[in-house]
């Protein structure tokens, strides 16, 4: 059963950094691209970033240069490392996998950014 865990999300003030962890199971996570979304209050879920098998990444405009995936094959997580928080950062963080075209979420973590 694939399961994907959200965890390290909390209050940090702007300029401050979080890091993001996602634990995934029930899939061979290390032949499938991992990706961060993140929802806003009355906003639509954008996709932060995503990090392919061979480790090749993609970020929102917004974000680069902020934020940094990685993962660890080995412990089955993918990680969000983020830097010079901003307010605007403020959502629910969520991890991705596409499975076989089906996607599966975790139950997201709260990451709220004060001024």
């Known amino acids: 059963q694939v399961q994907l865990a959200e965890s390290g999300g909390g209050l940090v003030q702007a300029g401050g950094s979080l890091r993001l962890s996602c634990a995934a199971s029930?899939?061979?996570?290390?032949?499938?691209?991992m990706a961060w979304y993140r929802q806003a209050p009355g906003q639509q879920r954008e996709m932060v970033g995503i990090m392919s098998v061979a480790g090749i990444t993609n970020y929102a405009a917004s974000v680069k240069g902020r934020f940094t995936i990685s993962r660890d094959s080995a412990r089955n997580t993918v990680y969000l490392q983020m830097d010079s928080l901003k307010p605007e950062d403020t959502a629910v963080y969520s991890c991705n996998v596409r499975l076989n075209q089906m996607d599966y979420w975790g139950q997201g973590t709260q990451v709220t950014v004060s001024s």
């Open positions: 029930g899939f061979i996570f290390r032949t499938k691209p």
